[in-house]
């Protein structure tokens, strides 16, 4: 064999590296055509028995001087690269992303626009437990400005032994008493099948944290004509956030909101942890109105102000609070409400500061 100098040797090198980056290149451009064929199809990207094909065939064309095992190794590195290739595209196109949509998404509740320059903020109780209830509620809130009105009626209780709503009754009760002030209303529904006659009574449908993942309601919800506000999980990730946001909007219905509520940690001096960095990475990732309900996600009454300012200085577009008329009384999250005095000396706080 002629011998060739080191320098000669390290060319031939330099120009195999060369061809190898050009074929690594062709067969991720091929991958991706592959990747866009099975989005189309909606089949999984990763096939492990195509997999092993490949790599039998690869091992049984092996020369040497690598063995099976170093060629297996190295081919397995190529594929995974592949897959990551084909995942990062596929999250690059979710309808949710920014990298979709550049503008902000306006979620309309009737003319209240959200997601645009003014923040909002949503009150109303916990539960609808009466008329005359809801009906104090949407007074003062009426008197304080604001437009939309919460209260829930199909309640996702811890316990089968607690309070679980009037149901339909309650979001006519809710109804009512918004129509009386010109108020706009949001609610819970639970069941895919109650969304369409939900829909003649409120203006919004919320979607729980229990219920983050119900992929049923989230289709049914995808498949609606009413804006959605989706609360993030108990546990769920921000991009678990995202993906179930991307199963209503799949689906055809882009009027969604979503509801950082804090999230469940180890730590005991708060109902749950207020994820605030949530809420800029929400911004960041997706064009959806962000907002924060500070109730839930803390629990306590005394540091709802602050946590309202935090959240709308890192961005929010609003804000939900619990409000009853008389907390000591009420059938759910009774330690947490705000009575209407000290809701509106919230507001004013929060007001006060600008952000609102
Ligand atoms: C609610 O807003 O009434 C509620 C039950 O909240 P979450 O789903 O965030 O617990
Ligand atoms: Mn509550």
């Known amino acids: 064999m002629k011998t060739h100098s080191l320098e000669q040797l390290r060319n031939k090198l330099n120009i195999i590296n060369h061809n190898l980056l050009e074929l690594l290149s062709d067969r991720a451009r091929i991958v991706q055509e592959i990747g ?72 309309h509740i009737g003319d209240v626009a959200v997601g645009g320059p003014k923040p909002l903020m949503i009150a109303g109780p916990c539960s609808v437990e009466s008329y005359e209830q809801v009906r104090l509620v949407a007074k003062a809130l009426k008197e304080a400005g604001i437009p939309v009105m919460r209260g829930g009626a199909f309640k996702p209780r811890t316990s089968p032994y607690d309070f679980q709503g009037l149901g339909f009754e309650g979001l006519k009760i809710l109804k009512e008493a918004a129509d009386e002030f010109g108020l706009k209303t949001i609610s819970e ?29 989230l289709k049914a919800a995808g498949e609606a004509q009413i804006p959605i506000l989706l609360k993030r999980g108990l546990a769920a990730t921000i991009d678990e956030f995202l993906h179930a946001a991307e199963y209503i909007v799949s689906r055809g219905n882009t009027q969604v909101m979503l509801i ?33 309900d500070v109730t839930h996600s803390t629990g306590r009454k005394d540091i709802l102000a602050p946590c309202a300012k935090a959240a709308l200085a890192a961005g929010a577009d609003g804000i939900m ?33 600008g952000l609102l």
């Open 260 to 292: 950082e509520r804090g999230i469940r940690t180890y730590e005991k001096a708060t109902r749950n942890t207020l994820d605030i960095s949530a809420v800029p990475i929400l911004k960041q990732e997706s064009h959806l109105p962000v907002l924060v």
């Open 189 to 217: 529904i639970v069941d895919p099948r109650h969304i369409e006659l939900a829909s003649e009574y409120i203006d919004v449908i919320q979607i729980g944290a229990r219920n983050m993942q119900n992929f049923e309601l």
């Open 36 to 107: 866009d064929v099975k989005e189309k199809q909606g089949t999984p990207k990763f096939d492990p028995v195509r997999e092993k094909e490949m790599l039998a065939k690869l091992v049984a064309a092996n020369k040497g001087p690598f063995d099976d095992k170093t060629i297996q190794y190295l081919f397995k590195q190529i594929f995974q690269a592949s897959l990551n290739l084909q995942e990062s595209e596929h999250k690059k196109h979710l309808l949710v992303s920014r990298k979709k949509q550049k503008e902000d998404t306006i979620v």
């Open 321 to 353: 609070v619990e409000v009853h008329p008389d907390p000591a009384t009420a059938l759910s999250d009774a330690a947490q409400q705000l009575n209407i005095d000290e809701f509106n000396l919230f507001y004013a706080s929060v007001k006060e500061s």
